[in-house]
């Protein structure tokens, strides 16, 4: 396989090596190794790793390196598969990868970062964060060609943030060089003992993570020793003005795990919350598979019960008149709810009554799994439930409603 000569993309990242590249580094994809020579010259940087997928490149800068006093000094060379080999952290990582489209019937690796040139770039940020130090940055090379909105898009999800320190304009596209760390929540955490965080889905006002408890964590929790535990980070946002809703539910989770109701809250941060990741489906979809009539009455009699608790408590959730998202039945057959963002003390808590009219509206996927229940009856026992509410006739209105279920 020939190696990747220097052209514009290499001497444009090489001008930041010069200038930023410190302590440990990662020279990953290193090629003809200009990054990791141009990073050995600096006194500021102690060790060189220069990892290439390609056995002869490396033997051939092997023979390179032999060659110049500095560079024998401070360079070491390793085959690797990006990150397959690697071991420890590092606190400068140097990426150029190869970024174009792949053209069809045409193999060569050196220059296609897969079929649509971010491939390979997403491989290397899904994995990044283990080998970077707190503080450390990468320096990422990318072209116009592979999509920037993508590259930006791959980078936030891994929960880095990113700054451009310089483009340079070709004639058919535009090179980028990025400064790339870790955000502060995902310092956060790591320090916490989660580990392998990577993007979960999108909600309405903040994005979810996914990733695991190691077994050394130092926060005291009710999970058992020595097992290891996936975990959900609920992150605010940039664009969402409700800063003050993911503390406030990082207090009721906390209040209400005391009830069983929500996942069970782990810790919270600036703008993010952590808790227990719950394995399981949305209601919904979870009712439409479900074969069992006796394991969805009693998985709604549960969450209808969980709802009387809160309106026990004075407490609104807010969400339940239109739910889709925000009840789970987990690995259990027991719902869980999600999303107390909203949740808030009142007089006149409704929980039960509407998610009674959620599942008025479920009423023909409900009849399908015979669950059977007259509709009008059902909203005529919660009005009364609704009136009885602050009384002491509240449960046995309550246990009216779970009748209708029968």
Known sequence: M????????????????????????????????????A??????????????????????LRQKIAKEKIAAKKIRVLQSDLFEQIAGKFDTIIFNPPYLPQDSGIEDRTIYGGKKGWELAERFFSQAADYLTSQGKIFFLFSSLTNKEKIEEIISHQLFTFQEL??????????????????????????????????????????????????????KTHIPEKQLVKVAIKVQRKESKAVERMANEA????????????????FSGENYLVYEFVEGEYLENWIRKQTATRAIREALISLLEQCYRLDQLGISKEELHHPLKHIIIDSLLQPVLLDFERTKETKKP???????????????LLREKKILFDKKQLRATAKIYKASLSSANAEEAFHSLLACFD
């Open 251 to 266: 207090q009721w989770l906390q209040i209400l795990n005391k009830e069983g109701i929500g996942p069970r809250f782990l």
């Open 166 to 219: 310089g483009r340079h304009k070709l004639a058919f596209e535009e090179l980028y060089v990025y400064s790339v760390e870790k955000s502060s929540v995902l310092r956060d955490v790591e320090r916490h003992g989660i580990e392998d965080v990577h993007y979960f889905t999108h909600g309405k006002r903040g994005d979810i993570f996914a990733g695991m408890l190691n077994r050394n964590t130092p926060i």
């Open 350 to 364: 409704q929980n039960v009554t509407q998610c009674i009219e959620y599942l008025c509206r479920l009423e023909k």
């Open 39 to 60: 990073a050995a010259a600096s006194p500021r940087v102690r060790e060189v790793l220069a990892a290439d997928i390609d056995k002869e490149v490396i033997e051939q």
């Open 2 to 37: 020939a190696i990747y000569e220097p052209a514009e993309d290499s001497f444009l990242l090489q001008k930041y090596v010069k200038e930023y590249a410190l302590g440990r580094v990662l020279d990953m994809g290193t090629g003809s190794g200009i990054q990791a020579f």
